[in-house]
């Protein structure tokens, strides 16, 4: 069986990427969105829970179910420690997208899928994609946005941002580039993209 051609859409914190995404799924794109499994695989998978609880605190799951907020709490100010929670998650999301991505090739319902991360180029695995689209913003928009969405301070948004690689640097590795600046192009960018991706796989 063929691989199918695999699109990764990355992004700062605030840049809307899911929004951009969400516009691809209605083109009848499959999209695996890694932020949302990751929080499931934190709840489901045994070796994952066990983890995270030996690293951080078996307080964590005091309620039964995973409280993100604390964890957030741990590791958004210290980066050893976020790099020690990406060890732990990373591998068993890494695993169930490559299941995920399985799963499509045997349907076979569309030319490509995507993966939404906001963190791949950061834990170095943009290599096992085939096109890199980077969503891009303006800093005041990201936080704005991250702020409304999160219930959070400015200073917070920025601590996020901080452990992030910077726009300029994600940029880098874009095969194509969609700026989200609240402008009501964003679909006409989808579109512009979902074309640019289709001639790609002709190549």
């Known amino acids: 069986m063929s691989k199918i051609f695999k699109v990764l859409v990355c992004g700062g914190i605030g840049v809307g990427k899911s929004t951009a995404c969400k516009l691809f799924g209605e083109l009848g794109i499959p999209v695996y969105y890694s932020d949302k499994e990751s929080a499931k695989i934190m709840n489901s998978n045994p070796d994952v829970v ?3 609880k030996d690293a951080f ?53 569309s030319k490509y899928v995507i993966e939404e991360s906001a963190i791949a180029i ?4 943009q290599d096992k ?53 609240d402008f009501p192009n964003l679909e006409c960018q989808v579109k512009f993209v979902h074309n640019k991706i289709l001639d790609n796989i002709k190549k």
Not at 134 to 145: F, S
């Open 50 to 52: 066990r983890k995270i």
């Open 57 to 109: 605190g078996e307080s964590l799951y005091s309620s039964g179910n995973l409280d993100r907020k604390a964890l957030g709490e741990i590791v958004f100010n210290d980066k050893g420690k976020l790099k020690l929670l990406e060890s732990i998650v990373h591998p068993a999301v890494s695993d169930h997208f490559d299941l995920w991505v399985e799963a499509q090739e045997q349907f076979r319902d």
């Open 122 to 125: 950061e834990l170095g695995i």
């Open 129 to 181: 994609f085939d096109f890199i689209v980077v969503v891009t913003a303006d800093e005041d928009v990201r936080i704005k946005r991250t702020m409304a969405r999160d219930n959070c301070s400015e200073d917070k948004v920025r601590e996020r941002m901080n452990n992030q690689l910077s726009e300029q640097d994600k940029i880098k590795y874009a095969d194509a580039l969609i700026i989200n600046n």
